[in-house]
């Protein structure tokens, strides 16, 4: 009688990973996704992060002029910097007449980093993470 052994989960997880970067970079996987060159190129800028941490700590929407006292930038600047976090999807907008108010998508934001989070630590292999981080997977 021939013995079948079983792998362990770990195991089977790290049968499934690719061998290489090329491998891996042909595998689809929803960090593919979540990886958004646009919310990243927004969020680079350092004025655009003061900006963005203004309008989150003020907790409402504001105009361009109430943003701009926030920092030494020209209001034709500042606009130009809310209007690319707006295309990011980091901030809404509303216009009112000629003024337009910015406030920041919380629930959006939010919702889109902890979902990359989750996927980056889905890729974590075994021990890799570090302990108490991550919810399941490797991490648990």
């Known amino acids: ?3 079948v052994h079983k792998r362990s989960a770990p195991a089977r ?3 499934r990973r690719p061998a290489t ?3 891996a970079a042909a595998r689809k996987s929803p960090l593919d996704a ?3 060159p646009d919310l990243f190129k927004a969020l680079c800028d350092p004025t655009r992060v003061s900006l963005l941490a203004c309008l989150a700590k003020c907790g409402r929407a504001c105009s ?3 943003v701009a006292e926030c920092c030494r930038v020209d209001l034709s600047v500042v606009s130009r ?3 690319q976090l707006a295309d990011a999807g980091v901030l809404g907008s509303t216009k009112q ?4 108010f910015y406030r920041v998508r919380f629930t959006g934001l939010s919702d889109k980093l902890r979902a990359l989070a989750d996927a980056i630590d889905a890729c974590c292999p075994d021990g890799a993470c570090g302990e108490g981080r ?3 997977g490797c991490c648990g």
């Open 1 to 3: 009688m021939v013995q």
């Open 13 to 15: 997880k790290a049968a």
């Open 21 to 23: 970067p090329r491998q």
């Open 34 to 36: 979540l990886l958004d």
């Open 64 to 66: 361009v002029g109430e």
């Open 81 to 83: 910097h809310l209007s």
């Open 97 to 100: 007449g000629r003024t337009v």
């Open 134 to 136: 991550g919810k399941g």
